[in-house]
């Protein structure tokens, strides 16, 4: 079991980032769709940690990005994309993936409103975050996913619509 320690991802050469998700995702992983959910943003600081281990080696990283949901009458809700979460092959399974979805919830602390979204499985992502398909069936993204993978972290007291589209979020 391998020592780990989370921090900010900013503090990391984005290089190694690069190279930890190439190895993770394969080095295609740009061309797909979740990528273009969150074109041309940079990831949120506060939001976005690595892990590494006790020999300062990068083993895993999380970032996420300011995205929202647009409705078909143009109306824009904020919300934060989480992803991608990887975590490289050799260290899978030791507690890390957790940790580092653990540092997003505890920097969001709990009175945070947006919901969270992603794409991912739903076994790893469900039972254990509490993420969900339950709102996200009307949701689409600009290119080809699998429906069922989108998940989302909603406040049930929280209206956001039934149907819209997800993308960079612009504040002009
Ligand atoms: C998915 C990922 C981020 C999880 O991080 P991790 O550090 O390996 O996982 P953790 O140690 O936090 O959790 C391990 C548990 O999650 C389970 N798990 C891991 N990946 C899973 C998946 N894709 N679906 C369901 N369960 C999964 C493990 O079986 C283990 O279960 P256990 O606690 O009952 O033994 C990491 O494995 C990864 O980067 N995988 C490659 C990318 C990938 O497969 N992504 C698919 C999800 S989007």
Redesign the pocket.
């Known amino acids: 079991m391998t020592e780990f320690n989370i921090i900010p991802l900013d503090q990391v050469d984005k290089a190694w980032v690069d190279q930890l998700l190439d190895q993770?995702?394969g080095p295609d992983r740009a061309s797909r769709t979740i990528y273009r959910v969150r074109e041309g943003l940079d990831p949120l600081p506060a939001l976005s940690f690595a892990a590494l281990d006790d020999q300062d080696y990068l083993v895993?990283s999380i970032q996420c990005w300011p995205v929202a949901l647009t409705d078909p009458d143009g109306l824009a809700y904020p919300m934060i994309l989480v992803?991608p979460?990887?975590?490289a092959p050799d260290?899978?399974?030791?507690?890390?993936?957790?940790?580092l979805m653990a540092s997003v919830f505890g920097a969001l602390g709990v009175g945070e409103k947006l919901p969270l979204v992603l794409?991912?499985?739903p076994?790893?992502?469900g039972t254990?975050f509490g993420f969900s398909a339950d709102r996200t069936g009307g949701w689409t993204l600009p290119g080809p996913y699998e429906q069922h993978r989108l998940l989302a972290l909603v406040r049930p007291d929280l209206p956001i619509p039934e149907r819209g589209m997800l993308g960079p979020w612009r504040m002009i």
């Not at 260290?91 to 940790?99: L, P």
């Open positions: 993770v995702f895993g992803g979460v990887g975590v260290h899978q399974d030791q507690g890390i993936g957790r940790a794409l991912g499985d076994e790893y992502y254990r």
